[in-house]
């Protein structure tokens, strides 16, 4: 793998655990994409089936509120792949290798709760059935090293949270605010992993405005909350405060727990839709300065998901480098200017601005960047699987 674009010191710290190099399947027929059209109240796919292979669900939001598409496993329970933040009116192609089996297709207006779900069948399909060796060794090299790097962000992200935690529960605040940001940035690298457990997401990462009516809010926000004055009406007692740590500790250790279990794997489409999914967290929160509402270390977890982005590029390059070098050298160059754009407010090592001393136009052009990269990278999954 060659790393041509700067990352931050931790990032390649973590890659260089490995040589990277990758091959995956590449296919997507616009013509046989299956459309998708989510509502706020329906989820209209417009087949019930399909071959099994590379899967191309074409999805337009065709409601009011912000939705979400997923692929999920017939236990209900898997997610196999999703797209994530699709305003009204926006239309994003879902790109997922999936096997012969049941599944549900599955919106989720307001990205809330259980969704509206319709059964999606995958039938046998003799195309897929065998693939040449050489590719089934590059497709399995870069799973393998993919879920190295996640492990590695993990074991990171239990070590500073048990630090967080301990130093909240015996209210030492200040530690705690400063071990904050730092913290978070190894779940903001491989959140859409997280994503993949069922509520483990929602359980540690939810904004207060993501929390339905009458549902408990836990995680990392809602100790950011009572951390960072002013939080007027959020004083909370010793016992809130302890069973809050316990919690985030408890959904940390419970992530460590999936990643590195025997069965976890990770393929190219989910590496690949994984990278756009962080794309796509940084242009619905991260450059709007609402993911973190009280501490305004946005920019950190900026960085963490372009950084988390990269590696899943980065593994996937030597492979769609074969099918697309223009989109290989797009997104060289993309990153890279992004990543020169947000170091004039810092970096992971020395720490960023806060979110609340950017102007407009800087917000602007920190946009304009992300929306320049976040085009080529939707391209990313379709040129490695296909």
């Not at 417009?46 to 191309?56: D, I």
């Not at 399995?140 to 993919?146: G, I």
């Amino acid at each position: 793998m060659q790393l041509r674009t700067p990352v931050s010191a931790a990032a390649l710290a973590a890659m260089s655990a490995f040589a990277l190099a990758a091959c995956v399947p590449n296919s997507t027929d616009d013509a046989k994409a299956i459309a998708v059209s989510a509502t706020d109240t329906e989820c209209k796919v417009a087949t019930a089936s399909a071959p099994a292979g590379v899967v191309t669900f074409t999805v337009t939001n065709d409601g009011k509120d912000v939705t979400e598409f997923e692929i999920v496993a017939d236990d209900k329970l898997r997610i196999i792949s999703e797209v994530e933040n699709l305003g009204p009116g926006i239309t994003r192609d879902l790109v997922v290798r999936v096997p012969e089996g049941s599944y549900y297709a599955t919106c989720k207006p307001g990205m809330v709760g259980d969704g509206v779900a319709t059964a999606f069948t995958v039938t046998a399909s003799e195309s897929t059935a065998a693939p040449d060796a050489d590719r089934e060794e590059l497709l399995t090299t870069a799973s393998e090293q993919y879920i190295l790097y996640v492990r590695n962000e993990v074991q990171t992200l239990v070590q500073m949270t048990d630090d967080f935690v301990a130093a909240y529960e015996a209210g030492d605040y200040d530690k705690a605010r400063s071990i904050y940001a730092d913290a978070r940035v190894h779940w903001e690298r491989i959140e859409p992993v997280a994503e993949s457990f069922g509520d483990l997401d929602p359980m540690t990462d939810a904004r207060e405005a993501d929390v339905a009516e009458g549902d408990e809010w836990t995680g990392w926000h809602a100790i950011e909350k009572n951390l960072w004055p002013p939080a007027e009406g959020f004083d909370l007692t010793a016992d809130e405060q302890k069973a809050l740590a316990e919690g985030l500790k408890t959904n940390i250790a419970t992530l460590s727990s999936e990643v590195n279990a025997d069965d976890f794997t990770l393929d190219a489409s989910q590496i690949g839709n994984g990278a756009q999914g962080l794309l796509d967290e940084v242009a619905s929160s991260k450059v709007t300065g609402e993911e973190e509402t009280w501490s305004h270390t946005d920019l950190w977890d900026f960085q963490a998901n372009v950084d988390g982005a990269y590696v899943a590029f980065a593994v996937l390059r030597d492979v769609v480098n074969e099918s697309d070098p223009e989109l290989v050298k797009t997104l060289d160059t993309r990153f890279e200017d992004l990543n020169a754009l947000l170091a004039k407010y810092g970096s992971l090592d020395d720490g960023f601005v806060l979110y609340t001393e950017l102007t407009p136009d800087q917000v602007k052009e920190l946009s304009d960047s992300v929306n320049a990269l976040s085009e080529p990278l939707s391209q990313l999954t379709a040129a490695a699987v296909s």
